[in-house]
């Protein structure tokens, strides 16, 4: 059963690339896809399948993809959003079919630009006034074409129209439905926004992304709240600075939203550690502050850290290979 257990983790990533490729080719081409709704109603429980296999090792590699590359930014983005609207609706307690609409928004709410948001992300100049106006109406022009795509839902249809307005700042439950969406959809776009990179700015961490929401006051509210409650100060897939110098890498959420389970992968002298060291709850160094992925020049292996993650969560000390680690060196116990 362990053996088992352990080969669905090694193709849990496998999984999750298929996943952002069919989304990918249903945003690219929609109008060479028949079926549309449905086709996109299955990447949902999909998701959802993902999601609820193993809800820190999907946020681990979900984090760990949407900050670590540029290339075929408009599907990851559309992903992330909704595997976050996906945890979020359970919190804040939404109803089913509101937290449907949701999801189907979320992945397609930039259905009016998917080229030029790919292309954006990999754009060093400024936008040209043509693809300026293009994305201020993008909104419409999704909506638009989610219509020729014989997608019936109002709410669906609305929320991808107004998905970047900013509702009245009222308590959740006294929005209408179309706004309180919008309240969520908005705060998740700009959260998963700031902590994905470009070819023009450096991804933020994702507690500095937290820090900046705050501040706003547009997303200072209960979705905010939410969002830290569900994915933690420092989300599955992160890095972060201990106050021992070395450098560690978030496997699981941990009791409260700022003592995450950690594995230290460079040590304070700046070397690969080999195997990662994981840190039990009870004699674990503190958590400085969190680390942008562009600050740091190792590549871990998603799958192997995905499974240290698991063997945490089980309280085993079993410690899988990582690769790929520049100047990496094997430390004993000692």
């Known amino acids: 059963m362990q053996a088992r257990n352990e080969e669905s983790y090694e193709d849990l990533l496998g999984l999750w690339s298929d996943l952002e490729a069919a989304l990918s080719v249903l945003l690219s081409?929609?109008?060479?896809?028949?079926?549309?709704?449905?086709?996109l109603q299955q990447i949902d429980l999909w998701l959802q399948d993902l999601i609820s296999h193993d809800t820190d090792v999907a946020l681990y590699l979900m984090f760990q993809r949407a900050s670590s590359t540029t290339v075929g930014y408009s599907p990851s983005h559309a992903l992330v959003c909704a595997s976050l609207c996906h945890v979020l609706s359970k919190v804040l307690q939404l109803p089913q079919s509101e937290r449907d609409t949701l999801i189907l928004a979320a992945l397609t709410m930039n259905i009016g630009m998917t080229a030029l948001q790919n292309q954006l992300a990999e754009q060093r100049e400024p936008l040209s006034p043509l693809q300026s106006d293009k994305v201020k109406l993008h909104p419409t022009e999704g909506r638009v074409l989610l219509e020729h795509l014989l997608v019936r839902d109002t709410l669906w249809l609305k929320v991808v129209q107004h998905h970047h307005e900013i509702p009245p700042p009222a308590p959740l439950a006294q929005l209408q439905p179309v706004q309180r969406l919008v309240r969520i959809l908005g705060t998740v776009d700009r959260y998963a926004a700031l902590i994905s990179p470009r070819?023009?700015?450096?991804?933020?961490?994702?507690?500095?992304?937290?820090?900046?929401?705050?501040?706003?006051?547009?997303?200072?509210?209960?979705?905010?709240?939410?969002l830290t409650e569900v994915v933690g100060t420092y989300p599955p897939g992160t890095y972060v600075q201990l106050d021992n110098g070395e450098i560690a890498v978030v496997l699981r959420r941990g009791p409260n939203?700022?003592?995450?389970?950690?594995?230290?992968?460079?040590?304070?002298?700046?070397?690969?550690?080999?195997?990662?060291?994981?840190?039990?709850?009870?004699?674990r160094p503190q958590i400085r502050s969190?680390?942008?992925?562009?600050?740091?020049?190792?590549?871990?292996?998603?799958?192997?850290?995905?499974?240290?993650?698991?063997?945490s969560a089980r309280g085993s000390a079993a410690l899988y290979r990582m690769v790929k680690l520049p100047g990496s060196r094997v430390l004993s116990d000692s």
């Open 29 to 39: 081409e929609p109008l060479r896809m028949p079926g549309f709704t449905p086709k």
């Open 199 to 226: 070819k023009t700015r450096s991804g933020r961490s994702a507690a500095e992304s937290l820090q900046i929401l705050q501040q706003d006051q547009q997303y200072a509210d209960e979705v905010k709240q939410a």
């Open 257 to 283: 939203p700022a003592e995450p389970q950690i594995a230290s992968v460079i040590d304070a002298d700046g070397h690969g550690l080999y195997p990662p060291i994981l840190h039990m709850a009870n004699r």
């Open 290 to 311: 969190a680390l942008a992925r562009s600050s740091l020049t190792l590549d871990l292996d998603l799958r192997s850290m995905a499974q240290l993650g698991v063997h």
